[in-house]
Nanobody, 124 residues
Framework: HVQLVESGGGSVQPEGSLRLSCESS????????MGWFRQAPGKQREGVAA????????SYVGSVKGRFTISQDTAKNTIYLQMNSLKPEDSGVYYC??????????????????WGHGTQVTVS
């Protein structure tokens, strides 16, 4: 049984920071591509950051480059999203996802097999 459990969301002022965590069970994250997605009210879900199997290569959507960092701790089977210099437009529900096929799609949500329930981030 696969579970992805996000934590670390909350409310923060603009230019503040948050670190999201996604603890995984039932999978070994080093063999999966893992991604962070977000969805704001009335908007489509968008990919934010991805880290590929092996944990070396990463991808970011343009709007967060230089501000967000995705990382993983294989001993804890957990991925993180460090978010700095937060902006109001970063607000939304953040989801963690796992791609067992390592498709390399980065931000194509259709290629991700498993999803967490999300954690709310509010910047205001």
């Amino acid at each position: 049984h696969v579970q992805l459990v996000e934590s670390g969301g909350g409310s923060v002022q603009p230019e503040g920071s948050l670190r999201l965590s996604c603890e995984s069970s039932g999978i070994t994250i080093r063999t999966y591509s893992m991604g962070w997605f977000r969805q704001a009210p009335g908007k489509q879900r968008e990919g934010v950051a991805a880290i590929y199997a092996g944990g070396i290569s990463t991808s970011y959507v343009g709007s967060v480059k230089g501000r967000f960092t995705i990382s993983q701790d294989t001993a804890k089977n957990t991925i993180y999203l460090q978010m700095n210099s937060l902006k109001p437009e970063d607000s939304g529900v953040y989801y963690c996802a796992a791609d067992s096929q390592n498709s390399g799609s980065g931000f194509d949500a259709r290629t991700y097999d498993y999803w967490g329930h999300g954690t709310q981030v509010t910047v205001s």
